[in-house]
């Protein structure tokens, strides 16, 4: 199985650190946090990396190479401009081929193991979903037998981790240019085609300074 890192976000809250670096490229506890899922991928497995850029993304090609440091190999989809999470996959359908793949936010920090993902999926996706953090109290989706369901009324919630294996069937119909992921999955959802999981460890939207604290943090104490 092939994964894909998103990692054509520009990172406005976390300025004045993106003005000159792209986000997945900001540290957490002396290491890029790009790098925390290349070597997470490569110990559970994953040898294929494919890696969307946009905001400074030569300096993503030019830091990680192709991969071999890393012991994967990395193909890059460059967007000049950002395609949001939906364009940006499909415009990376060619290079990750005709079956399923493992799809990663860039912007996030875990010590969630990926290898669990190399299963086949029944359906269209398989989202990996986190308790609601503080940030997001009231969650996204609703994770029943395992089957993900979306406005699900007086139901508990979960909140999407950013972690998913995604089909390229789920892309059907779409053309290029920039939309969102949420109405596909959401669509999905409705016919009964995607399933998840609770996501077992530590997880970090590293959307702000703040949380890039607590990921440096959870990645000191586990030093």
Known sequence: MKAMILAAGKGERMRPLTLTTPKPLVR????????????????AGFSEIVINHAWLGQQIEDYLGDGSPFGVSIQYSPEGEPLET????????????????LVVNGDIWTDYDFSVLH????????????????H????????????????QPDAPTLTYSGIAVLHPQLFDGCADGAFKLAPLLR?????????????????????????????????????
């Open 86 to 101: 939906g364009g940006g996959i499909f415009r990376a359908l060619p290079l990750l081929g005709d079956d399923a793949f």
């Open 28 to 43: 957490a506890g002396g290491v890029p946090l790009i790098e925390y899922h290349l070597r997470a991928l490569a110990a």
């Open 119 to 134: 299963q086949p999926i029944n359906g269209l996706a398989h989202l990996v979903l986190a308790d609601n953090p503080a």
């Open 136 to 151: 997001h109290p009231a969650g996204d989706f609703t994770l029943t037998d395992g089957r993900v369901h979306d406005g």
């Open 187 to 223: 669509k999905a959802m409705a016919g009964g085609q995607v399933s998840g999981e609770r996501l077992k460890g530590h997880w970090v939207d590293v959307g702000t300074h703040e949380r890039l604290a607590e990921a440096e943090a959870l990645i000191e104490a586990s030093r």
